[in-house]
């Protein structure tokens, strides 16, 4: 045999070599196998979680698999929200790892896992947060991620068989995934009586994305199934409205705030309130009941002066950092929406004589998203006693108003708002209107149609 053949055998050899390892890679790697509600699911490459030291992290297309959730992601803001059919929800923010929930607080910041492109989420997190049990199960046999969608803690005996079933039927899972077959049936051994198998429930989100304004239906028990256990939902809900506002409140918190927040809870509205974060410390109270009450919460500068404020990029984001830290310490979260002070034009419109160069740029920059409004209650100009004024004000221009997007209505914190406000929340319900809270996750409004 030449030398050459010699050479060309070996370069043979190292390539089918190269090519048979990544297979054996894969097949050494543990693969988790899920079971939700005592049921094994079947095995495929978008489902099996990723689990890092000691936790199992899934993708939204696992957690879908729940049957309980809707996931819905957002690439444009980088965001995925997870809720479920009661109307709570939790939004995670891919970039920095926060996690939103429906009662606007954020929690400590949490690992997320990405390979491939694809976000894997703290399944531990999530479970306890809507009230699963949930369990990663490891041994010789490899591992098994457990979720109970119906309990927060399984009884003893049923967790032990479910875990002596585990043992076995894990490794024929795992193999005959890696082996390229089709799994066995989800659910080779059949779960205890009663126990639904997994399903699958569509449910639109309670987040609405950019543009859409219809509100989620709640599934009941009515509802057609289709003879396993799964309730159908139909994926696109009649709307119970089309029509939203948005109440945005700003140069709070004050003295006025209580009576504000009173209003509006004894009326079901949501608003949104753009505060000032010079005013933080002494409306602590204010300030916590607001977050705490599903109201949403944004930034209005520390010290509303254009001087300050506009002074350059870095004073503009300075000041709303500092906003940003002052919430953080009195009401443990932060906000990512603000309302410029005197709005975003002129200062971040190019051509015009306040034009501030390179502020919007910074802006958006910072991941924040500014709001500004299309319905001007011009509050500022009445006196004390006008309140009604300016209450029918708002009114006549909502009358205006096409609802094909959401009325963004700006008012301040006065002594009058609170005398005023039960004729427009009135109104808005005589039309169908929903008083709606924004999210961290809508499409902003404003005046360079920014939409980050």
């Given at each position: 045999?030449?030398?050459s053949?010699?050479?060309?055998?070996?370069?043979l050899?190292v390539v089918?070599?190269?090519?048979?390892?990544?297979?054996?890679?894969?097949?050494?790697?543990?693969?988790p196998v899920?079971?939700?509600?005592?049921?094994?699911i079947?095995?495929?490459?978008?489902t099996?979680p990723?689990?890092?030291?000691?936790?199992?992290?899934?993708s939204?297309?696992?957690?879908?698999?729940?049957g309980?959730?809707?996931?819905n992601s957002k690439?444009?803001d980088?965001?995925?929200?997870?809720t479920d059919a009661?109307?709570?929800?939790?939004v995670?923010?891919?970039?920095?790892g926060y996690?939103?929930?429906?009662?606007?607080r954020n929690?400590s910041?949490?690992?997320?896992?990405?390979?491939?492109?694809t976000?894997?989420?703290?399944?531990?997190?999530i479970?306890?947060f809507?009230g699963?049990?949930y369990e990663?199960y490891?041994?010789?046999f490899?591992?098994?991620?457990?979720i109970d969608?119906?309990?927060?803690?399984p009884?003893?005996?049923e967790?032990a068989?479910?875990k002596?079933?585990?043992?076995a039927e894990?490794?024929?899972?795992?193999r005959?995934?890696?082996?390229g077959a089709?799994a066995?049936?989800?659910?080779p051994?059949?779960?205890?009586?009663?126990?639904?198998?997994?399903s699958r429930?569509?449910?639109p989100p309670?987040?609405?994305?950019?543009?859409s304004y219809t509100?989620?239906?709640?599934?009941?028990a009515s509802?057609?199934t289709?003879?396993s256990?799964t309730t159908?939902?139909?994926?696109t809900p009649?709307?119970?409205?089309?029509k939203?506002i948005?109440?945005?409140?700003?140069?709070?918190?004050s003295?006025?705030?209580?009576a504000?927040?009173d209003?509006?809870d004894?009326h079901?509205a949501k608003a949104?309130f753009f505060?000032?974060?010079?005013?933080?410390e002494?409306g602590?109270d204010?300030?916590?009941?607001?977050v705490g009450?599903?109201h949403?919460?944004?930034l209005h500068s520390?010290?509303?002066?254009?001087?300050k404020?506009y002074?350059?990029?870095?004073?503009?984001i300075?000041e709303?950092?500092?906003c940003?830290?002052l919430?953080?310490?009195?009401a443990?979260?932060?906000?990512?929406?603000v309302?410029?002070?005197?709005?975003?034009?002129?200062?971040f419109?190019?051509?015009?004589k306040k034009?501030r160069?390179?502020q919007r740029?910074?802006?958006n920059?910072?991941?924040?998203?500014?709001w500004d409004w299309?319905?001007d209650?011009?509050?500022?100009?009445?006196?004390k006693?006008q309140g009604?004024e300016v209450?029918?004000?708002?009114?006549?221009q909502?009358?205006?108003?096409?609802f094909?997007s959401?009325a963004?209505?700006?008012?301040?914190?006065k002594?009058?708002?609170?005398?005023f406000l039960?004729a427009?929340?009135a109104?808005?319900k005589?039309?169908?209107?929903?008083?709606?809270?924004?999210?961290d996750?809508d499409?902003?409004y404003?005046?360079?149609r920014?939409?980050?």
């Amino acid at each position: 045999m030449t030398r050459s053949t010699k050479l060309l055998g070996l370069l043979l050899a190292v390539v089918l070599l190269a090519s048979l390892l990544p297979s054996a890679l894969a097949a050494s790697k543990p693969v988790p196998v899920v079971y939700i509600n005592s049921a094994a699911i079947a095995v495929a490459r978008d489902t099996i979680p990723v689990v890092q030291d000691k936790a199992a992290y899934g993708s939204a297309a696992l957690l879908s698999s729940l049957g309980t959730l809707h996931c819905n992601s957002k690439e444009s803001d980088n965001m995925l929200s997870l809720t479920d059919a009661v109307g709570n929800w939790m939004v995670f923010a891919l970039d920095d790892g926060y996690v939103y929930t429906t009662d606007n607080r954020n929690l400590s910041k949490c690992k997320l896992v990405k390979q491939e492109g694809t976000y894997y989420l703290p399944l531990a997190e999530i479970c306890k947060f809507f009230g699963y049990y949930y369990e990663l199960y490891t041994g010789s046999f490899g591992a098994a991620v457990l979720i109970d969608t119906t309990t927060t803690e399984p009884a003893s005996t049923e967790l032990a068989a479910l875990k002596q079933r585990a043992v076995a039927e894990v490794p024929v899972l795992v193999r005959a995934y890696q082996d390229g077959a089709t799994a066995p049936s989800a659910n080779p051994t059949a779960p205890p009586s009663g126990t639904p198998t997994t399903s699958r429930v569509t449910l639109p989100p309670v987040i609405p994305s950019a543009g859409s304004y219809t509100s989620r239906p709640t599934p009941t028990a009515s509802q057609p199934t289709d003879g396993s256990g799964t309730t159908e939902v139909s994926p696109t809900p009649k709307p119970m409205t089309t029509k939203v506002i948005y109440l945005t409140i700003d140069d709070g918190p004050s003295q006025y705030t209580h009576a504000i927040l009173d209003v509006l809870d004894q009326h079901g509205a949501k608003a949104t309130f753009f505060m000032q974060g010079c005013y933080y410390e002494d409306g602590d109270d204010a300030l916590r009941r607001i977050v705490g009450s599903g109201h949403a919460y944004g930034l209005h500068s520390y010290t509303h002066s254009e001087s300050k404020f506009y002074a350059s990029p870095e004073a503009m984001i300075g000041e709303l950092n500092q906003c940003n830290d002052l919430m953080r310490a009195i009401a443990v979260t932060r906000s990512r929406l603000v309302r410029t002070p005197y709005g975003s034009d002129p200062y971040f419109s190019p051509g015009a004589k306040k034009h501030r160069p390179g502020q919007r740029e910074a802006m958006n920059n910072a991941g924040f998203r500014y709001w500004d409004w299309d319905i001007d209650s011009n509050d500022w100009r009445f006196k004390k006693d006008q309140g009604a004024e300016v209450g029918q004000g708002i009114i006549n221009q909502l009358k205006n108003h096409d609802f094909s997007s959401p009325a963004i209505v700006l008012f301040h914190e006065k002594s009058f708002t609170a005398g005023f406000l039960p004729a427009v929340l009135a109104y808005g319900k005589s039309i169908g209107a929903e008083f709606r809270a924004i999210t961290d996750v809508d499409s902003p409004y404003n005046y360079q149609r920014d939409r980050t």
